[in-house]
Protein backbone atom coordinates (compact mmCIF):
# COMPACT_ATOMS: atom_id res chain seq x y z
CA UNK A 1 0.00 0.00 0.00
CA UNK A 2 1.66 2.94 -0.88
CA UNK A 3 1.54 6.41 1.44
CA UNK A 4 -0.31 8.98 0.09
CA UNK A 5 1.41 11.92 -0.50
CA UNK A 6 0.94 15.37 1.45
CA UNK A 7 -0.06 18.06 -0.82
CA UNK A 8 2.10 20.57 0.06
CA UNK A 9 4.29 22.90 -2.00
CA UNK A 10 7.34 22.04 -0.57
CA UNK A 11 10.56 21.66 -2.74
CA UNK A 12 13.78 20.27 -2.16
CA UNK A 13 17.06 22.68 -1.90
CA UNK A 14 18.36 21.64 -4.34
CA UNK A 15 21.62 23.23 -3.80
CA UNK A 16 22.15 22.56 -0.51
CA UNK A 17 20.85 19.15 -1.20
CA UNK A 18 23.30 18.29 -3.76
CA UNK A 19 26.56 20.36 -1.86
CA UNK A 20 26.24 17.04 0.81
CA UNK A 21 27.67 14.32 -1.86
CA UNK A 22 30.37 14.45 -4.53
CA UNK A 23 30.47 13.12 -8.00
CA UNK A 24 31.34 9.63 -6.74
CA UNK A 25 29.15 8.94 -3.60
CA UNK A 26 26.11 10.60 -5.66
CA UNK A 27 26.82 7.51 -8.04
CA UNK A 28 26.91 5.12 -5.12
CA UNK A 29 23.66 6.84 -4.00
CA UNK A 30 21.82 5.59 -7.08
CA UNK A 31 22.74 1.95 -6.37
CA UNK A 32 22.32 2.09 -2.80
CA UNK A 33 20.01 -0.64 -1.32
CA UNK A 34 16.99 1.50 -0.13
CA UNK A 35 17.45 2.34 3.20
CA UNK A 36 15.86 0.16 6.16
CA UNK A 37 15.30 3.25 8.64
CA UNK A 38 14.41 6.78 7.97
CA UNK A 39 15.43 9.25 10.65
CA UNK A 40 13.38 12.22 10.66
CA UNK A 41 14.73 15.34 12.69
CA UNK A 42 12.39 18.53 12.36
CA UNK A 43 14.16 22.02 12.83
CA UNK A 44 13.31 25.38 14.15
CA UNK A 45 16.05 27.52 14.33
CA UNK A 46 17.99 25.89 16.53
CA UNK A 47 20.88 24.79 14.32
CA UNK A 48 23.81 24.56 17.47
CA UNK A 49 21.26 21.39 19.01
CA UNK A 50 20.77 20.35 15.33
CA UNK A 51 24.59 19.87 15.31
CA UNK A 52 24.64 17.88 18.46
CA UNK A 53 21.75 15.38 17.33
CA UNK A 54 22.75 15.06 13.62
CA UNK A 55 26.54 13.87 15.43
CA UNK A 56 24.57 11.33 17.62
CA UNK A 57 22.74 9.76 14.76
CA UNK A 58 26.14 9.63 12.65
CA UNK A 59 27.23 7.82 15.63
CA UNK A 60 24.72 4.87 15.61
CA UNK A 61 26.13 1.36 15.42
CA UNK A 62 23.40 0.26 13.22
CA UNK A 63 24.12 2.26 9.86
CA UNK A 64 21.55 1.08 7.39
CA UNK A 65 19.55 4.30 7.44
CA UNK A 66 18.72 7.52 6.06
CA UNK A 67 18.52 10.78 7.71
CA UNK A 68 16.15 13.59 6.48
CA UNK A 69 15.96 16.81 7.93
CA UNK A 70 13.16 18.79 7.93
CA UNK A 71 14.16 22.79 8.02
CA UNK A 72 11.35 25.32 8.95
CA UNK A 73 13.86 28.13 9.97
CA UNK A 74 13.69 31.22 8.02
CA UNK A 75 17.49 30.94 7.93
CA UNK A 76 18.83 28.03 6.12
CA UNK A 77 21.24 25.99 8.15
CA UNK A 78 25.26 27.09 7.06
CA UNK A 79 26.88 24.84 4.53
CA UNK A 80 29.92 24.47 6.68
CA UNK A 81 27.77 22.63 8.99
CA UNK A 82 26.24 20.51 6.51
CA UNK A 83 29.72 19.90 4.68
CA UNK A 84 31.10 18.79 7.98
CA UNK A 85 28.67 15.95 7.80
CA UNK A 86 29.30 15.23 4.29
CA UNK A 87 32.28 12.89 5.04
CA UNK A 88 30.25 10.12 6.68
CA UNK A 89 30.34 8.18 3.85
CA UNK A 90 28.20 5.33 4.77
CA UNK A 91 24.78 7.82 5.48
CA UNK A 92 22.75 9.31 3.51
CA UNK A 93 21.72 12.84 4.55
CA UNK A 94 19.08 14.54 3.15
CA UNK A 95 18.35 17.97 3.99
CA UNK A 96 14.92 19.63 2.81
CA UNK A 97 14.02 23.48 3.02
CA UNK A 98 10.48 24.62 3.43
CA UNK A 99 9.15 27.80 2.09
CA UNK A 100 7.18 28.85 5.26
CA UNK A 101 6.71 26.97 8.65
CA UNK A 102 3.75 24.99 9.09
CA UNK A 103 4.67 23.55 12.76
CA UNK A 104 6.12 20.25 13.93
CA UNK A 105 3.03 17.67 12.75
CA UNK A 106 3.56 18.83 9.19
CA UNK A 107 7.33 18.60 9.14
CA UNK A 108 7.38 14.78 10.28
CA UNK A 109 4.56 14.26 7.92
CA UNK A 110 6.39 15.24 4.93
CA UNK A 111 9.77 13.73 6.36
CA UNK A 112 7.50 10.29 6.16
CA UNK A 113 6.16 11.07 2.82
CA UNK A 114 9.83 11.30 1.20
CA UNK A 115 11.17 8.75 3.18
CA UNK A 116 12.68 5.30 1.76
CA UNK A 117 12.52 3.32 4.85
CA UNK A 118 10.55 0.58 6.11
CA UNK A 119 11.06 1.95 9.95
CA UNK A 120 10.75 5.13 10.81
CA UNK A 121 12.65 6.91 13.91
CA UNK A 122 11.88 10.16 14.92
CA UNK A 123 14.44 12.67 16.64
CA UNK A 124 13.37 16.36 17.88
CA UNK A 125 16.48 18.56 17.52
CA UNK A 126 16.83 19.19 20.92
CA UNK A 127 17.24 15.69 21.65
CA UNK A 128 20.19 12.80 21.15
CA UNK A 129 20.57 9.56 20.86
CA UNK A 130 22.85 7.15 22.63
CA UNK A 131 25.60 5.23 20.07
CA UNK A 132 23.17 1.73 20.27
CA UNK A 133 19.46 3.08 19.98
CA UNK A 134 18.93 1.58 16.38
CA UNK A 135 20.67 -1.24 17.24
CA UNK A 136 18.94 -2.36 20.42
CA UNK A 137 15.61 -1.17 18.88
CA UNK A 138 16.11 -3.07 15.53
CA UNK A 139 17.60 -6.31 16.90
CA UNK A 140 13.62 -6.46 19.24
CA UNK A 141 11.75 -5.31 16.11
CA UNK A 142 12.97 -8.13 13.51
CA UNK A 143 12.54 -10.77 15.81
CA UNK A 144 9.07 -9.68 16.88
CA UNK A 145 5.54 -10.26 14.51
CA UNK A 146 4.14 -7.96 12.70
CA UNK A 147 1.48 -6.79 15.10
CA UNK A 148 4.11 -4.98 16.95
CA UNK A 149 4.34 -1.60 15.52
CA UNK A 150 6.49 0.56 17.64
CA UNK A 151 9.04 -0.17 19.70
CA UNK A 152 10.02 2.57 22.32
CA UNK A 153 12.38 2.93 25.48
CA UNK A 154 13.50 4.60 28.35
CA UNK A 155 15.80 7.73 27.94
CA UNK A 156 17.37 10.35 30.32
CA UNK A 157 15.96 13.92 30.96
CA UNK A 158 18.26 17.18 30.99
CA UNK A 159 16.88 20.15 33.28
CA UNK A 160 18.26 23.14 34.41
CA UNK A 161 21.76 20.89 34.51
CA UNK A 162 20.13 18.01 36.26
CA UNK A 163 19.86 14.70 34.46
CA UNK A 164 17.63 11.77 35.28
CA UNK A 165 15.47 8.89 34.32
CA UNK A 166 12.20 9.42 32.58
CA UNK A 167 10.59 6.72 32.98
CA UNK A 168 11.69 5.19 36.72
CA UNK A 169 8.32 3.02 37.15
CA UNK A 170 7.29 1.88 33.55
CA UNK A 171 5.01 -0.78 33.95
CA UNK A 172 5.14 -3.39 30.82
CA UNK A 173 1.31 -3.37 30.36
CA UNK A 174 1.71 -1.55 26.90
CA UNK A 175 -2.05 -1.34 25.92
CA UNK A 176 -4.74 1.41 24.86
CA UNK A 177 -5.93 1.73 28.55
CA UNK A 178 -2.45 2.89 29.42
CA UNK A 179 -1.96 4.68 26.72
CA UNK A 180 -5.08 7.10 27.47
CA UNK A 181 -4.34 7.81 30.92
CA UNK A 182 -0.77 8.96 29.89
CA UNK A 183 1.08 9.49 26.65
CA UNK A 184 4.40 7.49 27.74
CA UNK A 185 5.96 7.15 24.23
CA UNK A 186 8.57 10.10 24.54
CA UNK A 187 8.78 11.17 20.56
CA UNK A 188 12.75 10.70 20.14
CA UNK A 189 12.79 7.07 21.76
CA UNK A 190 10.41 5.31 19.40
CA UNK A 191 10.92 3.18 16.45
CA UNK A 192 7.77 3.01 14.17
CA UNK A 193 6.85 0.40 11.13
CA UNK A 194 6.02 2.65 8.43
CA UNK A 195 2.59 0.17 8.24
CA UNK A 196 1.74 2.51 11.11
CA UNK A 197 0.96 5.14 9.02
CA UNK A 198 -0.33 3.24 6.26
CA UNK A 199 -3.43 2.16 9.06
CA UNK A 200 -3.86 5.03 11.06
CA UNK A 201 -3.12 8.25 9.19
CA UNK A 202 -0.51 10.53 9.92
CA UNK A 203 0.01 13.33 12.85
CA UNK A 204 -2.80 16.02 13.08
CA UNK A 205 -1.56 18.77 11.58
CA UNK A 206 -4.40 21.28 13.47
CA UNK A 207 -2.58 19.98 16.86
CA UNK A 208 -0.04 22.43 18.21
CA UNK A 209 0.68 20.17 21.36
CA UNK A 210 -0.04 16.39 21.52
CA UNK A 211 -0.39 15.38 18.64
CA UNK A 212 2.39 12.65 19.28
CA UNK A 213 -0.22 10.99 21.47
CA UNK A 214 -3.10 11.55 19.25
CA UNK A 215 -1.23 9.39 17.21
CA UNK A 216 -0.22 6.92 19.04
CA UNK A 217 -3.11 5.67 20.48
CA UNK A 218 -4.57 5.49 17.02
CA UNK A 219 -1.67 3.05 16.82
CA UNK A 220 -2.25 1.37 19.61
CA UNK A 221 -6.06 -0.13 18.45
CA UNK A 222 -4.69 -1.78 15.75
CA UNK A 223 -0.79 -2.47 16.93
CA UNK A 224 1.34 -3.56 19.69
CA UNK A 225 4.06 -1.52 21.90
CA UNK A 226 7.47 -3.10 22.88
CA UNK A 227 9.21 -1.21 25.72
CA UNK A 228 13.25 -1.45 26.63
CA UNK A 229 13.63 -0.14 30.01
CA UNK A 230 17.09 0.72 28.94
CA UNK A 231 17.60 4.62 28.40
CA UNK A 232 18.97 4.95 24.86
CA UNK A 233 18.45 8.60 24.30
CA UNK A 234 18.25 11.86 26.42
CA UNK A 235 15.78 14.69 25.80
CA UNK A 236 16.84 18.42 26.61
CA UNK A 237 14.34 20.42 28.76
CA UNK A 238 17.02 22.86 29.45
CA UNK A 239 16.05 26.67 29.59
CA UNK A 240 17.30 28.99 26.87
CA UNK A 241 16.70 29.01 22.89
CA UNK A 242 13.74 28.62 21.46
CA UNK A 243 10.86 27.38 23.48
CA UNK A 244 9.38 23.82 23.98
CA UNK A 245 5.63 23.74 23.30
CA UNK A 246 5.26 21.47 26.28
CA UNK A 247 5.31 25.10 28.37
CA UNK A 248 2.37 26.63 26.21
CA UNK A 249 -0.36 26.01 28.14
CA UNK A 250 -3.32 27.46 25.80
CA UNK A 251 -1.73 25.19 23.40
CA UNK A 252 -1.57 22.02 25.95
CA UNK A 253 -5.24 22.80 26.83
CA UNK A 254 -6.66 22.89 23.30
CA UNK A 255 -4.24 19.68 22.43
CA UNK A 256 -5.95 17.93 25.25
CA UNK A 257 -9.58 19.21 24.07
CA UNK A 258 -8.73 17.92 20.63
CA UNK A 259 -7.73 14.73 22.06
CA UNK A 260 -10.44 13.80 23.91
CA UNK A 261 -12.56 14.73 21.49
CA UNK A 262 -11.47 12.26 18.93
CA UNK A 263 -11.42 9.79 20.66
CA UNK A 264 -14.67 10.35 22.77
CA UNK A 265 -15.69 6.92 22.62
CA UNK A 266 -12.31 5.30 24.25
CA UNK A 267 -12.59 8.01 26.83
CA UNK A 268 -16.62 7.41 27.63
CA UNK A 269 -16.24 4.03 28.51
CA UNK A 270 -13.18 4.91 31.16
CA UNK A 271 -15.11 7.36 33.32
CA UNK A 272 -12.43 8.26 35.70
CA UNK A 273 -9.68 8.96 32.93
CA UNK A 274 -12.00 11.30 31.53
CA UNK A 275 -12.58 13.01 34.96
CA UNK A 276 -9.24 13.68 35.12
CA UNK A 277 -8.70 15.37 31.81
CA UNK A 278 -11.27 17.35 32.32
CA UNK A 279 -10.12 18.22 35.55
CA UNK A 280 -6.74 19.40 33.89
CA UNK A 281 -8.99 21.24 31.51
CA UNK A 282 -10.78 22.95 33.77
CA UNK A 283 -8.16 23.75 35.81
CA UNK A 284 -6.31 25.21 32.96
CA UNK A 285 -8.97 27.52 31.20
CA UNK A 286 -9.24 29.14 35.34
CA UNK A 287 -5.70 29.49 35.07
CA UNK A 288 -6.25 31.49 31.89
CA UNK A 289 -9.15 33.52 33.24
CA UNK A 290 -11.69 31.59 31.03
CA UNK A 291 -13.79 30.77 34.16
CA UNK A 292 -17.23 30.13 32.81
CA UNK A 293 -15.76 27.44 30.14
CA UNK A 294 -13.37 26.26 32.96
CA UNK A 295 -15.93 25.29 35.35
CA UNK A 296 -17.84 24.06 32.48
CA UNK A 297 -14.97 21.03 32.61
CA UNK A 298 -14.95 20.93 36.29
CA UNK A 299 -18.66 20.26 36.24
CA UNK A 300 -18.23 17.46 33.44
CA UNK A 301 -15.67 16.17 35.41
CA UNK A 302 -17.64 15.60 38.79
CA UNK A 303 -20.73 14.01 36.75
CA UNK A 304 -18.77 11.44 35.45
CA UNK A 305 -16.90 10.17 38.46
CA UNK A 306 -18.50 11.76 41.32
CA UNK A 307 -15.88 9.82 43.44
CA UNK A 308 -13.21 12.88 43.04
CA UNK A 309 -13.83 15.70 44.99
CA UNK A 310 -10.76 17.31 43.48
CA UNK A 311 -13.05 19.26 40.96
CA UNK A 312 -15.29 20.26 43.46
CA UNK A 313 -12.41 21.83 45.25
CA UNK A 314 -11.43 23.76 41.80
CA UNK A 315 -15.24 24.92 41.73
CA UNK A 316 -15.17 26.27 44.79
CA UNK A 317 -11.74 27.87 44.50
CA UNK A 318 -12.68 29.19 41.31
CA UNK A 319 -15.95 31.17 42.67
CA UNK A 320 -16.50 34.11 44.47
CA UNK A 321 -17.36 32.14 47.96
CA UNK A 322 -15.75 31.01 51.46
CA UNK A 323 -14.12 27.64 52.47
CA UNK A 324 -17.04 27.48 54.50
CA UNK A 325 -19.32 26.66 51.89
CA UNK A 326 -17.10 25.09 49.36
CA UNK A 327 -18.54 21.70 49.01
CA UNK A 328 -22.62 22.85 49.27
CA UNK A 329 -21.38 25.94 46.73
CA UNK A 330 -19.79 23.85 44.41
CA UNK A 331 -22.86 21.14 44.63
CA UNK A 332 -24.86 24.33 43.87
CA UNK A 333 -23.23 25.47 40.90
CA UNK A 334 -23.32 21.43 39.43
CA UNK A 335 -26.89 21.60 40.14
CA UNK A 336 -27.62 24.89 38.03
CA UNK A 337 -25.53 23.61 35.05
CA UNK A 338 -28.64 21.12 34.61
CA UNK A 339 -27.47 17.89 36.32
CA UNK A 340 -29.09 15.41 34.67
CA UNK A 341 -28.27 16.75 30.97
CA UNK A 342 -26.15 13.85 29.36
CA UNK A 343 -22.09 14.64 29.18
CA UNK A 344 -21.22 14.30 25.22
CA UNK A 345 -18.35 15.16 23.66
CA UNK A 346 -20.05 17.44 21.37
CA UNK A 347 -21.00 19.56 24.21
CA UNK A 348 -17.69 19.89 25.43
CA UNK A 349 -15.50 19.84 22.88
CA UNK A 350 -17.26 21.01 20.23
CA UNK A 351 -18.41 18.91 17.40
CA UNK A 352 -16.42 16.07 16.24
Not at 25 to 30: C, R
Not at 245 to 256: A, H, M, N, P, Q
Not at 264 to 291: D, H, N, P, V
Request: net charge positive; aromatic share 10%.
Amino acid sequence: MQLARAHCPIEIDADVHLALYSEEQHKEKKNMINPKISVIIPTYNRPDKLHRALVSVLSQSYRNFETIIVDDSESSITGDMLEGFRRAQSDVLRYFKREERKGVASARNFGVNVSSGELIAFLDDDDEWLPNKLERQINIIDKSSRKTGVVHCNCFVVNDNKKYLYHTNMLKDQSLDRLLEFDFVANSTALIRKECFEQVGFFDERMAYGEDWDFYIRVAKKFEFRYLHEPLATMHWDKGGAPRLSVDLEKKTRGYQIIINKHWQEFEKRKRTLAQYATIIGSSLCRMTEYKRGRQYLIMAYKVYPLSIVPLLLLATNSPISESRIFQRAKQVISKSALNEKVTSAHYFGAR
